[in-house]
């Protein structure tokens, strides 16, 4: 099961990778601190907003989860409001919070990122070398390992 | 059945997989033909989103 999932993992990145190439996309190397940023915090904010999305009750209406979404990052409510899915295992609690986590230790690096390119300076390698490693990880455990 | 689960893991995992890899494509081509005030724009707002919205805020399961 795992060579398949790396199978497709492999035919994904070649779509991609070719889908960016015939449209004559920037490479990485070639994108400015501005661009290199603002993917990473998208990267973080849609991995963030999928990750509550994956643990609330499917029950709730899109419209609600939207508002809740907002309302516990905003802080008018508490975690312990949040509704969860009845139907997780514990395998997937397992992987939700395993996520949570490498989200949590993510976030304290994207922030430093964005506070020196916010500065005019340019983010050290180890800072993006740092944040590229935790998008490793959630592909990785997208994947199951 | 054990079978037909590890098919739909499987399934699962991959869609993981594209949906990281779909973000990072639509990124990419989300700069083409944008300005560098847009991209400015756009990065000072999602950096504003991340000043509130944490993972740490999240429930652990």
């Known amino acids: 099961m795992r060579k398949t999932c ?4 492999v035919i994904l990145l070649a779509f991609t990778l070719g889908g960016c190439a ?3 996309l920037k490479s990485y190397s070639e994108m400015s601190a501005y661009e290199k940023g603002l993917f990473f915090l998208k990267q973080y904010n849609t991995q963030l907003r999928n990750t ?16 809740m ?20 295992t514990a395998v997937q609690k397992e992987l ?11 976030e304290p690096y994207i ?32 994947l199951g390992g | 059945m054990a079978e037909s689960d590890n098919i739909a893991t499987g399934i699962l995992a991959l869609s993981e997989v594209a949906k990281l890899l779909l973000v990072a494509w639509f990124s ?17 707002a ?13 429930p652990e399961l």
Not at chain 1, 6 to 9: M, S
Not at chain 2, 28 to 44: P, V
Not at chain 2, 46 to 58: F, G, N, P, R, V
């Open chain 1, 22 to 24: 015939s449209l004559g």
């Open chain 1, 69 to 88: 979404y907002a309302d516990l990052m905003e802080g008018r409510i508490g975690a312990a409001s949040v509704p969860i899915n009845p139907k997780l």
């Open chain 1, 111 to 142: 922030d430093m990122y964005v506070t020196v390119v916010l500065g005019g300076g340019i983010p050290s390698a180890e800072n993006e070398q740092a944040i590229l490693d935790f998008i490793d990880q959630l592909t990785m455990l997208a």
């Open chain 2, 28 to 44: 990419l081509r989300a700069y083409q033909g944008k300005t560098e005030e847009e991209i400015k724009a756009e990065f000072e």
């Open chain 1, 6 to 9: 790396v199978l497709g993992l």
């Open chain 1, 96 to 106: 939700i919070n395993k996520k949570r986590a490498i989200l949590v230790k993510m």
């Open chain 2, 46 to 58: 999602e950096a504003a989103k991340l000043k509130t919205y944490s993972a740490s805020k999240l």
């Open chain 1, 52 to 67: 509550f999305n994956q643990m609330v009750d499917p029950a709730i209406t899109q419209l609600d989860r939207d508002r």
